[in-house]
C-alpha cells in the first residue's frame, strides 16, 4: 500500500469490531500506514474508532487480504464463516483469548480452514472498555497463531506479519496446546486470586490491616474485569477444569496432611518442595532462569526523590537491573526496594550505593 | 543501662537461640546500645553470633529484664517454661509466628501469665539460615504483639519497647486473632502458591514459557523455605484448615459451575465479583486505599540507564511513587514500568516524562 511502511503487513485489513483490541490493532496497522477498513454493528463505537484514526470504513467494494475478527469470543465463529463467504480469498484471523471452540465452531459454520488462522494476542489483562484502545497497546505483547493442518502457509505467514507490524511478538502454538497453557499460566491463577481475594471480604478489617506482599501480590489481579473473565472462563471451561481438578485435589492433600497432625508433614513438605521445583521453571526476563540473579534490597526514606536518586545511581553504575520489588510496611513511611541484577553487578552495585549513602541489605 | 540510647528498652535482654531471628534481634539491640545476653544449645551459632557483635555470653549471675525465646516454634514452650522459673522476675516473650499452640503448651508447662507476653516480629518470608542475620532485618516490620488476659501492663509496655528499640512497629492482638489472621493473609496465600506451581512441574515447557505477570506474582512466594514453611503450617493447622475449607469449596463450586456449562456462569461472575471486592479491601501504603491511586505506564528501552532516568524524571517533576511495577514479555528486549501515583499529581507527571521523550501510556 502507498505508505506502508517496509516490512508492514499487505492491506486493506478489516477490523470487525471496535472495541479495545480491535481499535488498538486497527490503531497499530495506521501507525504502520496500513490501509484498515472498520465495520461494528455499533455504530457508535464505529465512528469513535474512526475519529480516533483507526482506518476508514468499509465500502461494498473493498477487498480486504485479511480479515481480523475482532468480536466477543461468542460471536467469533459466525463473523469468521461470513467473512469466508464474502471475501473467497482473505485470510481470516481473531483475536479471541480462547482458541479450540472459537475455531472449531468457525469452520463447522462454513468458514475456510486454508484460511483461516486464529490468534490470540495477550494484551494487559487490567484494560477493558473501548475507551481504553491505543496504538501501542500490543507493543511488546505475545501474540499466539494456532494454524490449523489445513491452514496454508501464506495465511499463516501473512497472520505473523499481521502481529510485528502491530508491534507484538508472534508465537506459533496448536489450538489445544494454546488452551492448555492459557488454562495453566492465566485461567486457573485468575480463579485462584479470586477465590483467595473473595475470602477476605467477611474478615475481620484487622486481618487484612497485617496483609504483607504475599497477599497482594496473590490478589492482584483478582482486580481483572469481571464480565471478561466470566466469558474466557466459561469459554475454556474444559481445559481450566482439569487444570483446576489438579489444584483442589493437592489442596485437599494438604488439608487432609494439616488435620491429621504430626502424621500429615510429609504431604505438607512434598507440596511445598515441589512449589519451590515449579517456581523456578518460569522464565524470568528474556527467558532466563530467575536463579540466575542476585537480590539486593535498599531501604528507602519515603519523599520524593528517592526512587529517583536510587535509579540514577543503578544508571550511573551502568548496572541493568533484571527487576524490581518495592514493599511496604503498615503504618511507616518507608519503604523497601528489591533490585534483581546479574551475579557479576552485585559488588560494583552495592559499592555504588554505599558510597550515596544508601541503606544498603546485599 | 550505660550506652543505651534514649527510648531503647531497659537491659539485659537475654535472647535464647542465636539463628535469624534471633542474632538480628540482639544485633538490633545493641546497635541502640541495649545489653544483650546469649544462649544457645549451638555453640558454633553462639560463637558467630558473638563475634558479628550481637552481645555476650550469659553468666550465672545475670538477671535478665527480658527472655526472648528465639527457637523454632515447637521448642518454645518448654524454653519459655524454663526462664520463667530460672528468671521469676522477667518480662517473657518469643518470635514465633504461630502464638496460640506455643503460648497455650508454655503455660501448661509452667511459664507465668502474667510475665509472659508473646510476639511476632514479621520478618521477610524471603530469608532463612542464621548466616542471614543483620541489625536492620527488623527496621520498619511488623511486630505483632499478643499480651494474656493476665499479662501484667508493664511486661507487655516492655515488649512493646523491645519491638521499637529493634526498628519495628508494634501491633497488639490476641492469641487466637493473631493465628485467624495469619492463616487468611499469609500460611493460606503460601499453600495456594505453592500448590499453583508444583502444576507447573509436570507441565510442556512451552506453557510455562508463555507465563506472564498474573503467574509470577502468583508463585513469587512458592520460592520459599520449605522447612520454615512445613513448620509453620503445622504449627497453624487449625486455622489454616479452617481458611482452606472455605478456599476448597469455593473452587469446588467455580469447578462444577464450569462443568456444567453455560448454567453456572451465576457462580463464576459471582466468585469473580466477590474477589474484586476482596482485592480492594487490602490496605495500600501506609493503609491508603488502592483505588487512591491511578496508574500510569511507560515502556522503556532494555539498557543500562533508562530506569534511572525514568526515575530521575519522576524525582525532578517532585511526584511520590505509591507503588512500581515492572513487566516483562518473552523474546522483547523492552519492559512495561507501571508507576502508581496520586490522582492529583497524573498530569504533571505525564508532561513531565513525555517532554523527556519517554513513551508513556496514562
Chains 1, 2 share one sequence.
Not at 487480504?65 to 469466508?84: D, E, G, M, Q
Not at 501501542?136 to 506479519?161: K, Q
Not at 497477599?215 to 474466557?232: E, H
Not at 471451561?237 to 487432609?256: F, H, K, M, N
Amino acid at each position: 500500500m502507498s505508505g506502508a511502511l517496509p516490512g508492514a503487513v499487505e492491506g486493506p485489513v478489516l477490523v470487525i469490531g471496535t472495541g479495545l483490541i480491535g481499535t488498538s490493532v486497527a490503531l497499530s496497522l495506521r501507525r504502520a500506514g496500513v490501509d484498515v477498513l472498520l465495520t461494528d454493528v455499533d455504530d457508535e463505537n464505529l465512528r469513535i474508532a474512526r475519529e480516533a484514526g483507526a482506518g476508514r470504513m468499509l465500502e461494498r467494494d473493498d477487498v480486504p487480504v485479511i480479515v481480523v475478527a475482532a468480536v466477543p469470543p461468542r460471536l467469533v465463529p459466525s463473523v469468521l464463516a461470513r467473512a469466508s463467504a464474502d471475501y473467497p480469498r482473505a485470510t481470516l484471523t481473531d483475536v479471541a483469548s480462547v482458541k479450540h471452540s472459537v475455531v472449531r465452531d468457525a469452520l463447522s459454520l462454513g468458514a475456510d480452514p486454508v484460511r483461516l488462522v486464529g490468534g490470540h494476542p495477550m494484551a494487559g489483562r487490567e484494560v477493558s472498555g473501548s475507551a481504553g484502545a491505543r496504538k501501542d497497546l500490543l507493543d511488546d505483547r505475545l501474540w499466539v497463531i494456532t494454524p490449523l493442518p489445513e491452514s496454508g502457509p501464506e495465511h499463516v505467514e501473512r497472520v505473523r506479519a499481521l502481529a510485528t507490524t502491530c508491534g507484538a511478538v508472534p508465537l506459533q502454538m496448536g489450538l489445544a496446546e494454546h488452551d492448555a497453557a492459557v488454562a495453566l499460566v492465566s485461567h486457573t491463577p485468575q480463579v485462584l486470586s479470586s477465590v483467595l481475594a473473595s475470602r477476605l471480604v467477611d474478615s475481620r478489617p484487622e486481618f487484612v490491616g497485617i496483609a504483607g506482599q504475599g497477599l497482594r501480590d496473590m490478589t492482584r489481579i483478582a482486580a481483572s474485569n469481571v464480565d471478561l473473565w466470566s466469558d474466557i472462563l466459561t469459554e475454556n471451561a474444559g481445559q481450566v477444569v482439569e487444570v483446576l481438578d489438579g489444584v483442589i485435589t493437592s489442596l485437599e492433600q494438604v488439608r487432609s496432611a494439616l488435620a491429621s497432625g504430626g502424621r500429615g508433614e510429609g504431604t505438607v513438605r512434598a507440596t511445598l518442595a515441589a512449589g519451590v521445583s515449579g517456581q523456578a521453571l518460569i522464565p524470568g526476563k528474556h527467558g532466563a532462569e530467575r536463579s540466575d540473579f542476585r537480590e539486593i534490597t535498599v531501604l528507602l526514606a519515603d519523599k520524593p526523590g528517592e526512587l529517583g536518586r536510587l535509579f540514577s545511581a543503578v544508571g550511573v553504575a551502568q548496572v541493568n537491573l533484571e527487576d524490581i520489588r518495592i514493599e511496604h510496611v503498615l503504618g511507616r513511611p518507608s519503604g523497601l526496594v528489591a533490585l534483581m541484577v546479574e551475579p557479576d553487578a552485585v559488588p560494583r552495585l552495592v559499592d555504588a550505593l554505599k558510597a550515596l549513602t544508601f541503606d544498603v541489605r546485599a
